[in-house]
């Protein structure tokens, strides 16, 4: 007798309750204790009606992922539904919390659907690289037509209880406590009133009104050539869906079957699961369970800039307290705009009412410019220019006015968080956090981790990001922390291929063709020219003389192309344009700057380019594993995939090296080592992996 799924007899009506936590997920023990009950209760013949539901938090939120991949164990999810579907006594699937996945598709299985004041359904097969391979795609179109029901499964968007109910996807919402009552309620009416077995296979109309219409289709995959670039599933949803219209029921399930499959075993699902367990694993740190948070109710922000707004938008959404800090009254009332500026955006875009958008700015935020206003936060957020002296004098001003217990924290972006916790008098109470920009928009915070800090800070600097709507990764402390410093290695392979003769824009579009939303150069463009070029001038006095210097972004900053804001960087933007146009100008100081070196141009393949940018990626990786500051592979495929646009259903670099294989990636390195032997210098770690014959995602943990 399977314990996860138990059979409750009330009176006439048997309760069939799921109970696998935390999200009562289809495995296999859950699949062959739904057929076994459903069976018994079939058979018993004092029984009239049953209900399905999920025990605990929420319905059956889905297949368990954590299968995908291993061989298939028997009894298939389709076989357990087409129990339900044929059982010839009424079965009604009682929901709560969400019922998602498999789980609303042995919904879907049922003969009737209710579902309590809250509960939420959806099918988001799509984020994670298959689709709905349990009759979800012949299903949903029965109910609700082909045209929603692309919408719904492309999207992969949860719907919420009323909302299914108006579009048809369930037959009543319920105002019960539980759903155990709210489904035996609904089995007392299917008995007395004698409903009949309203079985979603054989509703037809809405096919047929579909049928012959291929308009539906042919939007859909017009749309996916912009929104789903790349992606492999959202084409053969398309395809299921399709075939629930033209076959009858039988053949449209084979052949989602079949579709179902083609995704299973593409890389992409691959990819896409390892990034949503590695997004829930990356709050995980070792060393840290059990650690106590600090409570956050007012927050500090030091400098209103670009950084600063937005990472006081951000705390004031969450329903902090916040206080801005600035230099003068003039940069104050800047700031202080800038946050106004962004907060009327999402008024405008419906994301935040005027009504609360006011109450914010006059309850919630104020600023100063005297740091004794600061006297009782619990946290500060410094966030001025990035200069070390500029840094401390702030830091010691922080250190003599605030309380006892408040954290210190630094959005630098490069510098080092010791050497500022190391002036004041109580380093373990600093610590980094390293917003990205825009800060109220992306969604990674590393959470920078200095030689004294608490650990007690460090899980409040989670608690933060997850109150933020962030995902907090932890990283250590060096030139870059995680992110930055794998950013600087191999962006510098960009420029060395360029000066060797690929153009920037066969650069930008092979990167982009990898799935990156944009090229290098484009976003160098969008963040300033001039970003790097201060970047470089910082490390002019630590250059090693041995490393390559490509002067082209050099020449650009100095003749005053700065990028999107100044009208021309690598690329040329007409008024109002923020699509770059190609710029024969550019393409002529490349030439030039060759010229000087006497590099005779040679030309790259997109594919030599991709695989020179992710072998210096996934070098630098392993040595930022190696020297602890990432503690897991997977830390660092979270910050690549959340902070630079890594494409998620590649996992991230390392999920990337991985399948990849470590051994072609090494052969990669040492043959680009024969040419510049400074620049790669093969990690011991990634040796190390291929003479173990192991790979990256054994040492997550
Ligand atoms: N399988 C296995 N484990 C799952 C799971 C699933 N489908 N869904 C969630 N979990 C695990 C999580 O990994 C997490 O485990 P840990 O505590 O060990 O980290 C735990 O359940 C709780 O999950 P969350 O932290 O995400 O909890 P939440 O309350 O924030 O969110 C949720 C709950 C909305 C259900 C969210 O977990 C979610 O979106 N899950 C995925 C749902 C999904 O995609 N279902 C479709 C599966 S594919 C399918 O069903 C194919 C098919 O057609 C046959
Ligand atoms: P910015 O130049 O836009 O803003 C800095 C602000 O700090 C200015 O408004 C200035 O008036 C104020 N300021 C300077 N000295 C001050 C002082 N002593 N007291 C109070 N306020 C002071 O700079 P930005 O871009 O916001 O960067 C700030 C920090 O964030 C830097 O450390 C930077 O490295 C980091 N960062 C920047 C990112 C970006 O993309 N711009 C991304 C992540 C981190």
């Not at 997920?25 to 009950?37: C, D, H, I």
């Not at 406590?177 to 309203?198: H, M, Q, S, V």
């Not at 955006?345 to 600023?367: D, I």
């Not at 702030?394 to 002036?423: C, E, W």
Request: proline letters at 5%.
């Amino acid at each position: 007798m399977s314990e996860v799924v138990r059979l409750e007899r009330h009176g006439d009506i048997a309760a069939i309750v799921v109970d696998n936590p935390p999200v009562n997920a289809l495995g296999q023990a859950v699949r062959q204790g739904l057929k076994e009950r459903l069976n018994e209760a079939a058979n018993d013949d004092a029984v009239r009606a049953i209900v399905i539901l999920g025990a605990e938090r929420t319905f059956i939120a889905g297949a368990d992922i954590r299968e995908f991949g291993k061989p298939p164990q028997p009894p298939s999810l389709p076989e357990v539904i087409e129990d339900m579907d044929a059982c010839p006594k009424p079965v009604i699937a009682a929901l709560h919390g969400t019922a998602l996945g498999g789980g609303f598709e042995v919904a879907l299985g049922c003969h009737y659907r209710v579902a309590l004041d809250g509960a939420k359904v959806g099918l988001p097969e799509v984020k994670l690289g298959i689709l709905p391979g349990a009759g979800g795609t012949q299903r949903t179109p029965r109910l609700i037509g082909a045209a929603k029901a692309l919408d719904m499964i492309l999207s992969g968007d949860f719907v919420a209880a009323e909302k299914a109910l108006s579009l048809g996807l369930i037959d009543e919402v319920s105002k019960a406590e539980t759903p155990l009552e709210a489904g035996l309620a609904f089995a007392r009416k299917a008995i007395d009133e004698a409903y009949p077995l309203r079985r979603v296979r054989d509703l037809e109309d809405e096919i047929l009104a579909d049928r012959g219409k291929s308009d539906v289709f042919d939007d859909a995959r017009g749309k996916l050539k912009k929104t789903a670039r790349g992606l492999f599933s959202p084409h053969k949803i398309v395809d299921a869906v399709q075939a629930a219209v033209e076959l009858p029921f039988d053949d449209g399930i084979k052949r989602e079957r079949e579709l179902f499959q083609e995704c299973v075993e593409s890389p992409q699902r691959a990819g896409l699961i390892h990034a949503f367990f590695s997004e829930r694993q990356v709050g995980k740190v070792p060393g840290l369970k059990g650690a106590a948070r600090r409570p956050l109710i007012s927050a500090g922000v030091v400098g209103g800039g670009t950084m600063g707004a937005g990472i006081a938008v951000s705390m004031l959404l969450s329903g902090l307290q916040v206080i801005m800090i600035e230099r003068d009254e003039e940069s104050l009332a800047r700031g202080k705009a800038t946050v106004d500026k962004i907060l009327e955006a999402s008024v405008k875009r419906g994301k935040l009412t005027a009504g609360s958008k006011a109450a914010v700015m006059t309850e919630s935020f104020s600023g100063s410019t005297d740091y004794a206003a600061l006297s009782d936060v619990d946290i500060v957020v410094e966030a001025v220019f990035e200069d070390m002296e500029v840094k401390k004098g702030v830091f010691a001003q922080l250190d003599a006015v605030l309380k006892a217990g408040a954290i210190l924290a630094t959005n630098t972006s490069y510098l080092d968080v010791d050497a500022l916790a190391a002036g004041t008098s109580r380093p373990s109470d600093v610590i980094g956090l390293h917003f990205f920009s825009p800060a109220h928009v992306m969604k990674l915070l590393e959470i920078v981790v200095g030689d004294q800090t608490a650990p007690e800070v460090v899980a409040t600097g989670f608690a933060l990001a997850k109150r933020l709507g962030k995902v907090g990764v932890r990283a250590g402390v060096c030139d870059g922390f995680i992110g930055n410093r794998i950013l600087a290695t191999y962006r510098k392979q960009i420029d060395y291929m360029v000066e060797d003769g690929a153009s920037p824009y066969e650069v930008d579009d092979a990167i982009r063709a990898f799935g990156f939303p944009m090229g290098p150069f484009q976003v160098s463009d969008l963040a300033g020219v001039d970003i790097g070029w201060m970047t470089r001038r910082r490390l002019d006095a630590t250059r090693d003389p041995r490393e390559r210097y490509v002067e082209v972004a050099d020449r650009l900053y100095e003749a005053g192309r700065m990028g999107q804001k100044s009208g021309a960087g690598w690329y040329l933007y007409s008024e109002g344009n923020r699509r770059g146009a190609k710029d024969p100008v550019v393409e002529n100081i490349v030439v030039q700057e060759r010229a000087k070196k006497d590099i005779e141009p040679k030309s790259f393949t997109p594919e030599q380019i991709q695989r020179r940018y992710l072998a210096a990626m996934i070098n630098e990786a392993a040595k930022v594993l190696e020297e602890g500051i990432a503690l897991r592979p997977l830390d660092i495929d979270v910050t690549l995939l959340y902070g630079y646009g890594f494409p998620r259903w590649r996992g991230g670099p390392m999920k990337y090296a991985d399948m990849v294989g470590l051994d072609q990636i090494l052969a990669d390195i040492r043959s680009y080592a024969e040419e510049d032997a400074f620049a790669w210098q093969p990690a011991k770690l990634l040796v190390d992996l291929v003479e173990r014959g192991e790979n990256f995602e054994s040492l997550n943990k």
